[in-house]
Antibody
Framework: EVQLVESGGGLVQPGGSLRLSCVVS????????MNWVRQAPGKGLEWVSY????????YYAGSVKGRFTISRDNAKNSLYLQMNSLRAEDTAVYYC???????????WGQGSLVIVSS | DIQMTQSPSTLSASVGDRVTITCRAS??????LAWYQQKPGKAPKLLIY???SLESGVPSRFSGSGSGTEFTLTISSLQPDDFATYYC????????FGQGTKVEIK
């Protein structure tokens, strides 16, 4: 069974940092591209970042470029999102998602809530 | 960036109704269009990919159609489990979601 489990969310002050993790099981992690998607409270879905299976191709949404860093450790079946210089507008549930051949998102984690507030 | 616009934003319907949701792209997506269902407090679930291909395990009452810049998601006979929010997504150029359509009980 494919499983994706996010962790690392919480309350952080504006300007602070947080690192999200997504641990996967049930499939060969090193063979799949991955994405982070977020959803602000009561709002729609927003794509955040993409990483290729080997980690050598990375993309970011303009709203997080220069502040967030996506990475992965294929030996640990883990995906990460380092979030720096956090702003109130980064408050959201963050989902990791397995990507089918750089196309659509076929499996999602349950999400990790990040709240940026003083 | 490709912008995605869904209509309507909210739809009130009854069990058994035929429901159609429209998604328009600001430029052609070459049928690289997916639909997701999301229930409150849950992660999105893939329903349709490549505009009209049904994901494995998704009931056949769901169907997708369209090409170029205009796409539709149809639920042929609405079931109690289908009351949720639906999102379209283009994956032709990076990834962009529509704003969502909430299907609520009439």
């Amino acid at each position: 069974e494919v499983q994706l489990v996010e962790s690392g969310g919480g309350l952080v002050q504006p300007g602070g940092s947080l690192r999200l993790s997504c641990v996967v099981s049930g499939f060969t992690f090193s063979s799949y591209e991955m994405n982070w998607v977020r959803q602000a409270p009561g709002k729609g879905l927003e794509w955040v970042s993409y990483i290729s299976s080997g980690g050598n191709t990375i993309y970011y949404a303009g709203s997080v470029k220069g502040r967030f860093t996506i990475s992965r450790d294929n030996a640990k079946n883990s995906l990460y999102l380092q979030m720096n210089s956090l702003r109130a507008e980064d408050t959201a549930v963050y989902y990791c998602a397995r990507t089918h051949s750089s196309l659509y998102f076929e499996y999602w984690g349950q999400g990790s809530l990040v709240i940026v507030s003083s | 960036d490709i912008q995605m616009t869904q209509s309507p934003s909210t739809l009130s319907a009854s069990v058994g109704d035929r429901v159609t949701i429209t998604c328009r792209a600001s430029q052609s997506t070459n049928s690289r269009l997916a639909w997701y269902q999301q229930k409150p407090g849950k992660a999105p679930k893939l329903l349709i990919y490549k505009a009209s291909s049904l994901e494995s395990g998704v009931p056949s009452r769901f169907s997708g159609s369209g090409s170029g810049t205009e796409f539709t998601l149809t639920i042929s006979s609405l079931q109690p489990d289908d009351f949720a929010t639906y999102y379209c997504q283009q994956y032709y150029s990076y990834w962009t979601f529509g704003q969502g359509t909430k299907v609520e009980i009439k």
